[in-house]
């Protein structure tokens, strides 16, 4: 189905999130008509059952009590806009989102908080090390923006994705699941071997990297007719990074 968002050359944070964690138009079109914050909260917020006593995730840091009261959801807690499962924790699409930054596969622009400009830009990468997203509802400037995290102040503001970029990085599910599986079935053998193999989660991060179209329920179906010989046993996974939610934008992961 061809949706309003289907139509906007740009996404906002909201709608960009919104489309990591379900690859579904229609959830992103209907937050094309909310503005930055109310997209923001249904992105973040929607598909739990109570929503009022969940504490804002670190990387949307509000700055105070009350920009926390601010940022939850009205009413009672739940979503009148979207129902329905949803595919990806919000805290697993930032990282997703940091690391596809980070390589410099996803473009973001911005409006500079100096003054000097009211038009989107490019962020500079450069940047990058020193920002983090927040969410702070009762800001005078912008309740979703990019902050200094050095300084402690408001940067950049409006973020916006180019969706064209966002929908190749993340892919709407291909429904041909035996072809994709077999896809990344082959490339599992290509890049474990019985003398050094992967943990799942490395596997499937590289799998949904590498393969094009690639998607979890491709790889689950493909690690399960992996032969046992390529896995790792129990006890042998050795040392496994952790991405936290508040780390900068262009700061490694150390693995």
């Keep these: 189905m061809t949706g309003a968002v289907d ?25 094309s008509d909310m503005s930055e914050e109310e997209a923001m909260r249904v992105a973040m917020f929607a598909f739990k059952a109570r929503l009022d006593r969940t504490p804002l995730p670190s990387l949307l840091v509000a700055n105070s009590d009350a920009d926390r009261e601010g940022a939850a959801p009205q009413g009672d807690g739940k979503s009148s806009h979207i129902d329905g499962p949803i595919s990806m924790p919000p805290d697993q699409a930032f990282d997703d ?3 596809k930054m980070r390589s410099s596969r996803v473009q973001m622009t911005a409006i500079r908080c100096d003054g000097s400009s009211d038009q989107q830009i490019p962020v500079p990468p450069a940047e990058q ?28 503001r409006s973020p916006q994705f180019l969706r064209a970029n966002g929908m190749q ?29 992967l943990t799942k989660l490395e ?45 900068p934008l262009n700061e490694t992961s150390g693995q």
């Design 97 to 99: 989102l940091h690391r």
């Design 129 to 156: 090390n020193d920002l983090i997203f927040r969410l702070s509802p009762r800001h005078p400037v912008a309740a979703v923006g990019l902050w200094s995290r050095s300084r402690n102040i408001l940067v950049w």
């Design 203 to 247: 596997a499937q991060r590289r799998c949904l990297a590498e393969v094009p179209n690639a998607y979890p329920g491709a790889f689950k179906k493909a690690w399960v007719e992996l032969e046992t010989s390529y896995k790792r046993g129990r006890g042998k996974h050795g040392a496994r990074g952790h991405w936290r939610i508040g780390k």
């Design 169 to 197: 990085v993340w892919p709407a599910p291909n429904t041909k699941t035996a072809a994709v599986s077999g896809a990344v079935l082959r490339h599992l053998r290509e890049i474990m071997t019985p003398e050094a193999p």
């Design 7 to 31: 139509q906007k050359t740009y996404w906002g944070l909201g709608e960009l999130v919104m489309w990591i964690r379900t690859r579904n138009h229609e959830r992103v079109a209907a937050l």
